[in-house]
């Protein structure tokens, strides 16, 4: 990334570093010298007291005062000269104290220094000097100690110079070296910030992508791992909270789709209903007006009208309650009643309920199957799909006037057909047989009163109990059949 956190933080260190190392080299070259000088100083006044008190004690010329002037001169590093009232040399540190003598006698004589006076008070004098014949600088201390002995100590001073550029150069080099190892540490660390951060990145944008399968997984305590838990927990809300709304519009949909397939089969309702009951309520009409007017005046004649008005009334009225019927298994109106009986004794009863009828066809109807046959369903609802079945195979039964009606059990399935010899129907009629008021052959429809909407009621029917079932042609007639959960 660009502007990744990672390498933010790498600039921020590396220019935090370098702007230390720099502070450190201008504070060098600004505040080094005087620093050196103030501490030199110090330095002097600390052994210009100790000697003094070593010669208060027991005077110059005792061992004790000796012994404490070489300890001071060796722990401060100082050259030391205490001349006595005749300007003798009474005690010296140096193995040629002509010199020092010299430049003290020079200083007390002349009453004042020659160099830079960093102190001045009524014992002594402090001040930066120049020895001419070293070409060296020195801070020295003149004065007088506490019994009236001249006295002069002073310390070389390196160059103060020379002392920064190697302060500097050693800055330089550590500077560096801390920055690289500074770098590979911040590196390694910042992994340990960056790497969780980028896994809840990546973790959002599966988010922003509905996949809430990914979680944190980094572990911790800190903020981030706080954050990665509160992250989880958010996926797992979200995905609940759109698999609600998935469902919630998923069912909008089902219930639109619903409501749209129910105004649509109520238009065709009405459409439909309005065609078959208009020819019926015309006969009505005519034959009623035909009696009203006498057209027949004989018995024989009447009775004949009477007799057409009623049948067609007959009709109306099976129509009517044919169309309840339907109406109230596809609107779901209808309760499904699960029982088990003997498939077997139901449809002998349908047989014996359809007998007049059959014999009047002159049909002979055979059933195929070893009883009972125990199955689970909606015994009345399956009584509806056996006799619309049925009646269907009576009224287009023709050739050799044979029904069969046959029950066949495969594994928990049981499978009722009922076959009929006759026409086969024409294979572009064949989608269409359950279509409400479709009738592939009117005029025959029509002769033994059907309405079309038989095969539509098993349809609603066996939809409601979904199973299966269809119908087969065969050469010699055709098949109907439908299936239900058979029962030990």
């Known amino acids: 990334m660009k502007h990744s956190i990672r390498r933010q933080f790498m600039l921020i260190f590396s220019a935090s570093l370098i702007s230390v190392i720099l502070l450190c080299i201008l504070a060098n070259n600004l505040l080094l010298g005087p620093f050196y000088t103030r501490h030199k100083e ?12 070593y010669s208060l004690k027991g005077g110059l010329d005792t061992e004790e005062f000796k012994v404490g002037l070489d300890q001071v001169a060796a722990r401060y590093n100082l050259e030391i000269l205490v001349l006595d009232a005749d300007t003798n040399t009474i005690r010296t540190t140096v193995s040629d104290p002509g010199m020092l003598a010299d430049r003290l006698l020079g200083y007390i004589f002349s009453g004042r220094s020659s160099g830079e006076v960093l102190y001045s008070g009524d014992s002594y004098t402090v001040q930066k000097n120049t020895d001419p014949r070293m070409h060296t600088d020195y801070i020295e201390l003149w004065g007088y100690l506490s019994g009236g002995k001249p006295v002069l100590m002073r310390s070389p001073v390196e160059s103060i110079q020379t002392s920064v550029h190697i302060a500097n150069r050693l800055l330089a080099y550590v500077g560096a070296a801390v920055l690289i190892i500074g770098l590979l540490v911040n590196l390694l660390l910042s992994r340990k910030v960056t790497d969780p951060i980028l896994e809840l990145v990546d973790i959002s944008k599966k988010m922003s992508e509905l996949d809430f399968d990914v979680k944190y997984k980094s572990g911790g305590s800190n903020e981030i791992a706080l954050l990665g838990d509160h992250m989880n927990r958010l996926s797992e809300t979200l995905e609940g909270t759109i698999s609600e709304l998935k469902t919630a519009n998923n069912n909008l949909t089902v219930e639109l789709n619903r409501k749209a397939e129910l105004d649509k089969m109520r238009r065709e309702f009405i459409s439909n209903a309005s065609h078959e009951l208009k020819t019926p309520i015309a006969l009505i009409q005519g034959y009623a007006e035909g009696l009203k007017d006498c057209v027949n005046s004989d018995e024989s004649s ?16 099976r129509l009517v309650k044919s169309m309840l019927e339907l109406s109230q298994l596809e609107f779901g109106n209808d309760n499904i009643s699960m029982e088990r009986f003997d498939i077997l004794n139901m449809i002998n009863g349908c047989l014996e309920t359809n007998g007049i009828l059959i014999r009047q066809a ?4 055979v059933v195929k199957g070893e009883g009972p046959v125990y199955v689970w369903s909606d015994e009345f609802k399956v009584e509806q799909v056996l006799n619309n079945y049925l ?13 069969e ?4 059990r495969n594994g928990d399935c049981v499978r009722v057909s009922v076959f009929n010899t006759g026409d086969p129907i024409p294979e572009e009629a064949l989608p269409h047989l359950w279509t409400k008021f479709y009738k592939v052959d009117k005029a025959r429809t029509r002769e033994y009163g059907g309405s079309g909407i038989g095969l539509s009621i098993v349809k609603a029917v066996m939809d409601s109990l979904n199973h299966e079932y269809g119908v087969i042609n065969h050469e010699n007639g055709v098949e ?3 299936e239900l959960d058979g029962s030990a």
């Open 480 to 482: 109907f059949f439908f």
């Open 302 to 317: 009447r009775d004949f009208y009477c007799d057409v008005i009623m049948d067609e009334a007959g009709k109306m009225n």
């Open 362 to 365: 002159g049909i002979s109807a």
């Open 391 to 403: 009646s269907n195979a009576i009224h287009y039964c023709k050739d050799d006037k044979r029904i």
């Open 42 to 53: 110090k330095v002097l006044n600390e052994a210009y007291r100790l000697i003094d008190d």
């Open 405 to 408: 009606i046959s029950v066949l």
